[in-house]
């Protein structure tokens, strides 16, 4: 997407309860606090609304996504719907799937974590691991591992704030391009392709240079009919160009 143009927003379901849309990334769900004339996701999705009836009331919020993170999110057309969904979320009756190029190799492969966080008063926006907190349980599988980087799935079990990073950074495995919780290393095309040169005078243009982290499926319960609905989004073009060119290059 070229500088300063507003993505297109992907419908992946819509009907007169509620929207899923795929997030795309850089874009935060509702507006922050710290930088309300920016455009958020649930701007971007009424402009569009809006283009086809004026009238069209405010989506309503029901579950958030992380700036930088890609993927299935939903939003209800009412306020009926948005309790309901949003009652799903709180019970814990709905389930997640996460893909996640992650930091080196995640130990053991394939294993169920459970621990306590809470609001890190020191990093406003951020977690940290206390004995006190709310409960964060998630399980995790390996799917695919390369010289540097690991391929997971992810299903969290319960719905904390970064539960998914923080899960992977707890496995010894961060997700890529995590400021907080990893390194915040871009990733590179030179570090799987030896013989790879950006040109004299040029500098290397990352592969990945967010956070490697998508919601690639939901499942829920209509709210109005109750019927159980799994929706998926198809991985972004950034994290596909990334793996494409990580599979190719890696000697694992």
């Known amino acids: 997407m070229k500088p300063g143009r507003l993505p297109r927003i992907e419908t992946l379901f819509s009907d007169d309860d509620f929207v899923a849309v795929s997030k795309p990334a850089g874009f935060s769900t509702v507006s922050e606090r710290w930088d309300k004339d920016k455009k958020c996701l649930i701007d971007?999705?009424?402009?569009?609304?809006?283009?086809?009836?004026?009238?069209?009331?405010?989506?309503?919020?029901?579950?958030?996504?992380?700036?930088?993170?890609t993927g299935v999110i939903l939003f209800a057309r009412n306020g009926q719907a948005q309790s309901s969904l949003r009652k799903q979320f709180m019970d814990r009756t709905t389930s997640k799937v996460y893909?996640?190029?992650?930091?080196?190799f995640p130990e053991p492969a394939e294993a169920e974590l459970t621990f306590h966080v809470e609001e890190n008063p020191s990093r406003p926006g951020s977690?940290?691991?206390?004995?006190?907190?709310?409960?964060c349980q998630s399980s995790y599988s390996l799917l695919e591992s390369y010289d540097h980087h690991s391929?997971?799935?992810v299903r969290p079990l319960t719905g904390r704030t970064h539960q998914v990073r923080l899960t992977m950074s707890q496995a010894g495995s961060p997700c890529s391009c995590d400021p907080i919780y990893g390194s915040g290393k871009p990733v590179l095309l030179s570090d799987y392709k030896r013989s790879y040169s950006p040109g004299r005078g040029k500098q290397e243009r990352p592969l990945l240079s967010r956070l490697g982290l998508h919601a690639f499926q939901l499942t829920i319960s209509h709210p109005t009919t109750g019927e159980?609905?799994?929706i998926e989004s198809p991985l972004p073009k950034d994290?596909?160009?990334?793996?494409?060119?990580i599979k190719r290059w890696s000697k694992r």
């Open 151 to 153: 391929w997971v799935e």
């Open 44 to 69: 971007l999705l009424w402009d569009e609304w809006k283009k086809k009836d004026p009238e069209a009331p405010k989506p309503h919020v029901v579950h958030r996504l992380d700036k930088e993170t």
């Open 239 to 245: 994290l596909r160009t990334s793996l494409r060119q």
């Open 99 to 104: 893909l996640a190029l992650v930091e080196g």
């Open 127 to 135: 977690m940290r691991i206390r004995k006190q907190g709310k409960e």
């Open 228 to 230: 159980s609905m799994t």
